[in-house]
């Protein structure tokens, strides 16, 4: 690892909200990372539990800690777009407050993302674990997943792996993270900010399994089982409101394909896998739901069933 002082300052982002249960294991974590030089933001969406008394105390007690609480609860898009905002690092990482890292995250990923200036991002392999911290499954990206230097094959790898997500915790460039529109208050904004960072550069997956993502009966996936129902999730305001969020998601690809600096044959490129994507994951089939679910709003529980199967990735049977 490189001499402690000529190493670029890392911000981490912590938004939280009622998530006592995991979030003190999340921060130290964070803390116990190799790489020193860092600030943790957290920002409290005016949770109702024990979050801002574990938040305080260990603020209390590490200065790089910077604790932060909403006056309401602003939803979870705008919640992460602030710990960004508040961030002064050449490096940004959203970390979740259900889930932890290995004590090299963080050293390996600044290592990588000094190297190659062509890389955007770094993240790791994947171990899901259980409320309990037992091991579920290993989750593997393609050992060149993302790393073309054709945007339009990164666009196509990004779609392929849209159901999983997990680099949206990746650590990032700040300086490209800034060239996106961040989060966006509509459901699953966070597979459209991937597929931007995509467009924008390379992606580096580590070969070190670093990254351990929690599955647990109160995640927004788990506590909201279909994807109209965490429209107020992403932004209150939108609770109870009639949302078609995989018709937004394809509507956003498409404006991303078209906001990026592309040449003519990239941009084509990039409709050709959004073209594909559709036949992917029964994304057409979602589509026809959304609009099923407009007109019929309890046929949710129907296709919800019917779908779970394609929802198990993370506990295989």
Known sequence: MMEQNTEPLVSIGLPVYNGESYLAEAIQSILNQTYRNLELIICDNNS??????????????????????NESNVGAARNHNFTFER???????????????????????????????????????????????????DFDYPADHASSTKPSRRFGDALSQDRTDFEVFALIRASTLRRTRLLESYVASDRVLRAELALLGRYCILPERLFYNRDHPNRSVRAYPAHHL??????????????????????????????????????????????????????????????????FPESWRVMARMARSSENWLRPT
């Not at 305080?56 to 910077?66: L, M, S, W």
């Not at 690092?89 to 062509?118: C, H, M, N």
Request: net charge positive; glycine share 4%; proline share 3%.
């Open 87 to 137: 961030a002064c690092g050449v490096y940004f990482k959203w970390a979740a407050a259900d889930d932890w890292i290995g004590r090299e995250f963080l050293s390996l990923s600044v290592e990588r993302l000094q190297r190659d200036p062509t890389v955007v991002l770094c993240h790791s392999q994947v171990k899901v674990i259980d409320e309990c911290g037992n091991e579920i499954m």
């Open 48 to 69: 109702s539990d024990r979050t801002a008394e574990i938040c305080r105390d260990f603020a209390a007690r590490d200065a790089r800690i910077r604790y932060f609480r």
């Open 230 to 295: 965490r429209a107020g999730w992403f932004d209150p305001r939108l609770a109870n409101h009639k949302v078609f969020p995989h018709w937004r998601v394809l509507f956003e690809y498409f404006r991303a394909v078209n906001r990026v600096p592309l040449s003519g044959w990239q941009r084509v490129c990039c409709y050709g896998w959004l073209t594909r994507w559709l036949a992917r994951d029964l994304n057409w089939a979602r589509l026809a739901a959304d609009i099923v679910i407009a007109i």
